[in-house]
């Protein structure tokens, strides 16, 4: 039982898409990690860190809602700026991990109404789902007059700030600093800079989890159609950080641009948790609720 009195924890998670996005690229583009933010990893970390902070088991915290907020280019300017497969990539991403994506036309003077929307739905919903904990991955002040009506609901709001600077990809200086006032009303302010770059012992997986594997694709890995059947390629992505459930991967393969996904039970003769990024693989093509997959996955003899 949590001090609140309640077994089962609901959560809310609300990000500030533009917020979000540079972050993440700041720590694939000019940390030392060079890689992308993960929102399962992000989701577990908030679960784990809400189950500490509440005092209850991990188990019974659930996130019953996650949301993303953003401007976007209209279909033509992204065409333009070579941008529309990232964002359709980034949308499954979304879909998969069961956030909901909420866009606005992006202005010529930049993004108009996004803040007020994600207030609004994330202050709706804290009443109609009778949220315990709201969680914001934002660093604007402004949204301290929703933190405020949120606490007098009763609920708890965490926030996930970042304060960085770094350059970008054309060497301009950029700096994101999250608001101390906003960091100041909620009942659970992490700094995420400093949790990731300094991570507490019992943080440490929990942390590395919040990030996603670094990739690598067949070509890199030395493997070519020559020399090699169609049921062989290299190990690019694993997911290993879910919780009671079966983890995934995606298996590169030569002179094709789509990846083979896999479940935990399709491996054959090692431990899923043994696969690395980069082993080359031999598999059968197969098929399972998602679609086309791979099957018998297994370790290439040397």
Not at 213 to 230: I, M, N, R
């Amino acid at each position: 039982m949590c001090k609140t009195g309640k077994k089962n924890l609901s959560v809310g998670v609300f990000y500030d898409g533009n917020f979000f996005f540079h972050v993440s690229n700041y720590y694939f583009r000019s940390h030392a990690r060079g890689q992308r933010l993960s929102i399962r990893g992000l989701h577990n970390f908030i679960c784990s860190k809400i189950a500490e902070f509440e005092e209850v088991d991990e188990r019974y915290c659930n996130i019953v809602d996650a949301h993303y907020f953003r401007g976007r280019l209209s279909a033509t300017e992204a065409k333009e700026r070579d941008s529309l497969y990232t964002e359709r990539s980034f949308d499954q991403v979304l879909i998969r991990e069961r956030v909901t994506p909420h866009y606005l036309p992006l202005a010529a003077s930049g993004e108009k109404g996004v803040d007020v929307w994600l207030a609004l739905e994330a202050y709706e919903l804290s009443i109609l789902k009778q949220l315990d904990v709201v969680v914001l991955i934002a660093g604007d002040g402004d949204f301290i007059p929703l933190v405020k009506k949120i606490n007098a609901l009763g609920t708890r709001v965490m926030v996930l700030g970042w304060d960085f600077k770094h350059a970008d990809q054309n060497n301009v200086m950029r700096e994101t600093v999250t608001s101390s006032s906003l960091l100041e009303e909620v009942a659970y302010p992490l700094q995420m800079d400093k949790i990731v770059d300094d991570p507490e012992d019992a943080d440490i997986e929990l942390v590395d989890a919040i990030f996603v594997e670094k990739s690598v694709d067949a070509e890199a890995a030395g493997l070519t159609a020559e020399g090699f059947g169609d049921g062989t390629g290299v190990i690019k992505y694993l997911n290993k950080s879910l919780k009671d459930k079966c983890g995934y991967g995606f298996i590169a393969r030569p002179n094709l641009q789509d990846d083979l996904y896999f479940y935990c039970t399709d491996v054959d003769g090692i431990d899923f948790d043994n696969l690395k990024i980069g082993d080359i693989v031999e598999f059968e093509n197969g098929e399972n609720d998602r679609g086309v997959c791979a099957r018998k996955v297994k370790l290439l003899d040397e």
